[in-house]
């Protein structure tokens, strides 16, 4: 299994600590395909994006892929503040990026409803109750991932579970419905081998990605690699991997808007 593109890394920009031209050179020395770069969404209060670095950080990227010869895309890890699927990525910034993933973070500007209903009960679960996460608190997380990909032109979420308890395997069934992948991360454990056997019964498809936030840790898939000797998936629907690049939702929906 040979890595073709990373397509989530962060830089200086909000929690990494390389800045675009490190990690797209780094992903040159290993021969990858693409890039992407996603740094934290506007809700992280400590490292999140501010939007004034976006032009700087467009003329960056094209720097990078200019030097390197590494497709470089600017993308978002945006963070999902609401059950009803908001992301703190509205529409009207859609035009700045070409990657939106998604994902569930700690200590992000949620809304009041999501909050109380996620926020709260998941940090109590992670930290007190382990394993045991309350059957409501199921039902409002996986209604949650649910409505993102409904909703919004997600290409991936990221870590799908960590410090987040949903039934993986229904929010992968709406992300195969939908075209969003749901991405095997390899910087920490989010979803447990059984949850990981049930995903990938469900026809949905794969990416995998570094979530680096070094550029020494571009392209690093060792973890999910150890994953994957234990988990039986068919590597054919892993769709960054042994040349094969994904089909991504936000930008054929940014085409099909004339955008």
Known sequence: MILTADYHTHTVFSHGKGNICDNVKAASLIGLKEIGITDHGFNHPAFGLTKRKIP????????????FGVKTYLGIESNIVGIDGTTDLTEK???D????????????????????????????????KKDKPSASLIRNNTKMFINVIKTRPVDAITHLNFFCFADAAEVAKAASDYGTYIELNSKKVHLSDEELYAVSKTGVRFIIDSDAHSPKRVGDISLVEETLKRVDIDLKRIDNIDGRLPSFRFAAFKGAAGR
Do not use: W
């Not at 700087?56 to 030097?67: D, I, S, V, W, Y």
């Not at 990657?99 to 930290?127: E, N, Q, W």
């Open 93 to 95: 910034r859609y035009d």
């Open 97 to 128: 990026f070409d990657l939106f993933l998604a994902g569930f973070h700690k200590f992000v500007v949620f809304r009041p409803s999501a909050g109380f209903k996620i926020f709260v009960p998941d940090m109590f679960t992670a930290y007190f």
């Open 56 to 67: 700087r950080m467009r003329l960056l990227c094209g720097e990078a892929e200019k030097e």
